[in-house]
């Protein structure tokens, strides 16, 4: 299990509710819906207890440059 300091010195420190937040920003610029947002900050909601910093970084890139 990774060390939550080690975050810190990454690129600040690591908070659910500000990334919940930024995906919210993204979501309205986008023109997703109102209910289709509240689904998708729920998932990321349970996504936070069920999946890994590893694995969510590696989806994370997955998706880098694709503009998707």
Known sequence: ??????????NGPWSNTA????????????????KTQ???LRELELSFD??????AEKAGLTQEGTGV
């Open 1 to 10: 299990m990774m060390d939550k300091s080690l975050l810190m010195n990454l």
């Open 19 to 34: 990334c919940m937040g930024y995906c919210l920003i993204a979501m309205r610029r986008a023109g997703v819906n109102v």
């Open 38 to 40: 509240e689904k998708v």
């Open 50 to 55: 069920g999946v890994s910093i590893e694995d």
